[in-house]
T-cell receptor
Framework: DSGVTQTPKHLITATGQRVTLRCSPR?????VYWYQQSLDQGLQFLIQYYNGEERAKGNILERFSAQQFPDLHSELNLSSLELGDSALYFCASSVLTPSGEKLFFGSGTQLSVL | DQQVKQNSPSLSVQEGRISILNCDYT??????FLWYKKYPAEGPTFLIS?????DKNEDGRFTVFLNKSAKHLSLHIVPSQPGDSAVYFC?????????????FGQGTTLQVKP
């Protein structure tokens, strides 16, 4: 158990709809990262928040948005969903080591857009 | 632009033998490299890491080698066990950036046969 909690585990919805994915980081971790894993693809970095503020942005579509709340949990909002948005969405929080940051991942939310 | 590449989608080895997973990167600013292991229906879990100031790091059966001039790293598993069967992701980060985000390769599926 990584200590990172993601809900829901599975989400089935239709094209054009909007969904919200939720993530609770490990206790004490200030950073939250969102990644997308599509079929046969590696993990694509979407966005990072640190203590409530956006820290880095990756290949995140304009239809997607995220935020981190004062209690440090984060939500990823996906709107105007398309078939191609079907993927596994992972959240991670991190701990800083002498070498660099180590990410701890949740078990993911499997999104299916029909 | 794939900054981290794992060119072998899959690898099959016999139990007890060595497994060698390879990873190439293009960004010379990367200075911290990690390997993650992922089982089905679970999030990636940290396996081993290496800083760019080293060329080898060992942890039990797992050893990571870094060749900076070739921009190449490899993960050796000796001896391989059936429980090692999983998807392995190589990841890298740029310590000079203000983010701990990791850039992942596409993954290599390792199958260890009994």
């Amino acid at each position: 158990d990584s200590g990172v909690t993601q809900t829901p585990k599975h989400l089935i919805t239709a094209t054009g709809q909007r969904v919200t994915l939720r993530c609770s980081p490990r206790s004490g971790d200030l950073s939250v990262y969102w990644y997308q894993q599509s079929l046969d693809q590696g993990l694509q970095f979407l966005i990072q928040y640190y203590n409530g503020e956006e820290r880095a942005k990756g290949n995140i579509l304009e239809r997607f948005s995220a935020q981190q709340f004062p209690d440090l949990h984060s939500e990823l909002n996906l709107s105007s969903l398309e078939l191609g948005d079907s993927a596994l969405y992972f959240c991670a929080s991190s701990v800083l080591t002498p070498s660099g940051e180590k990410l701890f991942f949740g078990s993911g939310t499997q999104l299916s857009v029909l | 632009d794939q900054q981290v590449k794992q060119n072998s989608p899959s690898l099959s080895v016999q139990e007890g033998r060595i497994s060698i997973l390879n990873c190439d990167y293009t960004n010379s600013m990367f200075d911290y490299f990690l390997w993650y292991k992922k089982y089905p229906a679970e999030g990636p879990t940290f396996l081993i890491s290496i800083s760019s100031i080293k060329d080898k790091n060992e942890d039990g059966r797992f050893t990571v080698f870094l060749n900076k001039s070739a921009k190449h790293l490899s993960l050796h598993i000796v001896p391989s066990q059936p429980g090692d069967s999983a998807v392995y992701f190589c990841a890298a980060s740029d310590g000079s950036s203000n983010t701990g985000k990791l850039i992942f390769g596409q993954g290599t599926t390792l199958q260890v046969k009994p």
